[in-house]
């Protein structure tokens, strides 16, 4: 088995969400691997700034950024291009942008959140995948790696947008590496579930709580571990604060049993305010409701 140093060498990684957070503990991982790097974001300054101390300490790597929206498919295909014009090829492709969901349960989630959370995690996704392989399929040996969640696994209370958002990642990557294993067996195709890792994706007041409790993981170390499962080729990668635990309840325990045991994840979290108001179109059950048997 190579060194990951040699393994990687020369390889050309494109990253999208790599101005922050995982990503951009990606770019700096594969960056020190002697990777050439094309990097996306919409954040244009942020991803200046990670090019930046990418290319003062890492002087030989060549880079390649543009500030996209991914879930524009035409800019996904004038990305790609530059980018595989400039470093000549693309070997590993990291669909890894994304936001957090409401953080609200269904009833109080604005149907245009929805569609947002949507477009951006799993239509970036989609886009990204279907623009990079035919440029992957090129290559002797390539991988394509979409970021989906441990909310990709198991769904629990005010997490709907997000984990249908990561289910689906999680559907459609698993389909697709299906499929390429019969032509294109030089593609590999993984799937990341990441538990909570200490990064930028909680960004409303409803979260922070949630943050605070499990987004504890520092990025580098899931990226050093995304590079090496994928120099080993692991189909699902599963890494940070509680994901094996969670992988591992998704699997044995029955539904009944989880739902129980995730509604009660949230408690403390400040996240109840939406169980004890009616909102429109959706009422508390009144105690005239209730059963009297
Ligand atoms: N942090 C965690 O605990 C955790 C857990 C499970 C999964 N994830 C997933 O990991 C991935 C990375 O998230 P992170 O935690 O590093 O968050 P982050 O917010 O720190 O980084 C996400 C990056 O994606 C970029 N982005 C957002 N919308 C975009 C768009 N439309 N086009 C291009 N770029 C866009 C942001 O500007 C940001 O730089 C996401 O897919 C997230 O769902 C994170």
């Known amino acids: ?84 014009s400039q470093l000549n090829h693309i070997d590993i492709m990291i669909n890894n942008a994304g936001i957090e969901g409401s953080c609200q349960p269904v009833w109080a989630t604005d149907d245009d959140v929805l569609h947002k959370v949507m477009d951006v995690n799993f239509y970036g996704m989609v886009y990204g995948s279907k623009v990079a392989l035919p440029y992957l399929v090129k290559r002797p040996w390539a991988a394509l790696v979409n970021v989906s969640s441990i909310f990709g696994l198991l769904a629990p209370p005010n997490t709907a947008d997000y984990c249908a958002s990561k289910f689906a990642i999680r559907g459609y990557t ?39 409790r499990f987004l504890t993981e520092e990025p580098s170390a899931i990226a050093l571990h995304i590079a090496k499962s994928i120099m080993h080729n692991k189909a699902r990668i599963i890494f940070g604060n509680q994901a094996g635990r969670t992988s591992l ?45």
């Open 1 to 84: 088995m190579p060194s990951l140093q040699d393994f990687f060498t020369n390889k050309v990684v494109v990253i999208s969400g790599a101005a922050s957070g995982i990503g951009a503990g990606l770019a700096h991982c594969f960056a020190s691997l002697g990777c050439n790097l094309a990097l996306c974001d919409i954040d244009t300054e942020a991803l200046a700034e990670v090019a930046d101390t990418i290319t003062k300490q890492h002087p030989t790597t060549q880079l390649h950024i543009e500030t996209i929206d991914v879930s524009r498919k035409a800019a996904w295909q004038s990305f790609l291009c530059n980018a595989a």
């Open 174 to 212: 698993e389909s697709l590496r299906a499929e390429l294993a019969q032509i294109h067996p030089q593609v590999q195709v993984q799937l990341v579930h990441p538990g909570g890792i200490n990064t930028n994706i909680t960004r409303l007041p409803q979260s922070q709580k949630f943050k605070e």
């Open 249 to 293: 309840a998704s699997r044995i325990l029955p539904l009944k049993w989880l739902s129980k045991l995730l509604a009660k994840e949230i408690d403390g979290l400040d996240m109840k305010e939406d169980y004890t108001v009616d909102h429109d179109g959706f009422s508390l059950p009144k105690d005239s409701d209730k059963k009297t048997d």
